[in-house]
């Protein structure tokens, strides 16, 4: 096995802990979303708390190996290649400077409305649409840059993986933040 090789598979390794903290993320916020009192809810922030590492670990996994395939196997030139860097950038700052915040509110929020029925704060950053915009665009993104790296498209064709990607994600976030029938400002507040 040549170097190249052993960077593609660090490379989905990098790519399957992405899928992995997304997922853990995922489950947790959509379990807090639906969570009733701080006994459900306290779980749940804790996972989100443990996972966090997951996404520099593979981003930085990702950059590094991406770059060391693009020098050996491509040029910095490739349209798919060029438009999957700015779709991780797109991921790599949405996370913490969009969902970073919101999420340490509501881990807050939880944290201090303690056991028992779970008050309207937590509830309402619960449902946070930016929080979950960056929960179900991020992972539109990265889809999108998967699908750009197994068909290799040029430059228009990636720009629309990413667009889709992101809009899909966008779509399912407005679809999730709307509030529950029967009270229509919830999600607003």
């Known amino acids: 096995m040549d170097a190249s090789h052993i960077a593609l598979s660090l490379h989905l390794l990098s790519l399957l802990v992405l899928a992995g903290g997304i997922v853990a993320f995922g489950l947790s916020f959509w379990r807090l979303r639906s969570a009733q009192s701080g006994e459900q809810a306290v779980p749940w922030v804790r996972l989100i ?100 790296m197994s068909a290799k498209p040029g430059m228009a064709g990636s720009l629309a993986a990413l667009i889709l990607g992101y809009a899909a994600g966008a779509i399912a976030a407005f679809a999730v933040t709307r509030p529950p029938a029967g009270r229509p400002d919830e999600a607003r507040r």
Not at 56 to 75: D, M, Q, R
Not at 133 to 139: I, Y
Request: glycine share 12%; charged share 10%.
């Open 49 to 148: 708390e443990r996972a966090g590492w997951a996404f520099p670990v593979s981003i930085l996994g990702l950059v590094a190996t991406g770059a060391y395939l693009t020098a050996h196997s491509w040029t910095w030139s490739t349209a798919w290649i060029d438009v999957s860097i700015a779709g991780l950038i797109v991921v790599t700052l949405q996370g913490p400077l969009l969902g970073g915040p919101r999420t340490t509110a509501l881990a807050e929020a939880v944290d201090a409305n303690g056991p028992g029925a779970l008050g309207e704060r937590p509830r309402r950053l619960a449902r946070d649409p930016v929080l979950w915009l960056v929960l179900l665009a991020n992972p539109g993104v990265v889809l999108a840059i998967v699908w750009c």
